[in-house]
Each structure stands twice: as C-alpha cells, then as structure tokens.
C-alpha cells in the first residue's frame, strides 16, 4: 500500500476517535444533585415541571457506557437548568447506534 494512503487512513481514524472523544455531553456542576430513577414513589410528592428527551448517536462503536453516561448527563444538565433535581425515567431504550431517555422533570423537597 502507498504511503500517503496509509496516512490517509491512519489520520481519518484518528480524527474519528478524538470528535467522538469530543462530543460527549459533560455534567454541569449545578447538575450535580440531580438523581436520576425510575421508581415513582420517588416522585410522587413532588411538583412536576415538564418532559424532556434525548436521543444520543453513536455510529462508531455501537451501544457502551460513553453513550449512556452522554445521554444521561445531558438529561441532567436540563433538568437542573429547569429548577429541578429528580429526573425521572419514564422510557429508557437503546441499540448500537443510539440511546433514547424520555423522562419528567420534578422538584422536590
């Protein structure tokens, strides 16, 4: 094989591996309380501010923890951003290409 196409490939790679890298969503400091369950009897007291949703891609290395920690940070993240500090999960649901996480956003004492 030629040279340059074999660097061709070696940089392609590379860079594949660093933007995935670079695309994970962070936890917030504010974001930092927030729990995430599924048990209502969790949220059953508190007051209810709105739904939200997220669907992480992953095209590269399939379904794996990266995704999920991703998806779930960025659930977080808008929770706290809304006056909230439970995330309850009401669809959870994955495949090697992405996860989706559905959930209610609650206050709570």
Known sequence: MNRTIIHMIFFIIISTMV???????RLNRNAM??????DPNVVKD???IQ???????NF????????????????????ANLGGNIF???????NPAYVYMKGDVYKCK
């Open 60 to 79: 590269l290395s399939g379904l794996n923890y990266d995704t999920l920690e991703s998806c779930t940070n960025d659930l977080r993240n808008q929770t």
């Open 51 to 57: 739904s939200i949703s997220k669907k992480e891609m």
């Open 46 to 48: 508190c007051e209810y």
């Open 33 to 38: 309380d927030v729990r995430v369950t599924n």
């Open 88 to 94: 309850y999960i009401v669809t959870q649901n994955g």
């Open 19 to 25: 933007y995935g890298c670079s695309t994970c969503n």
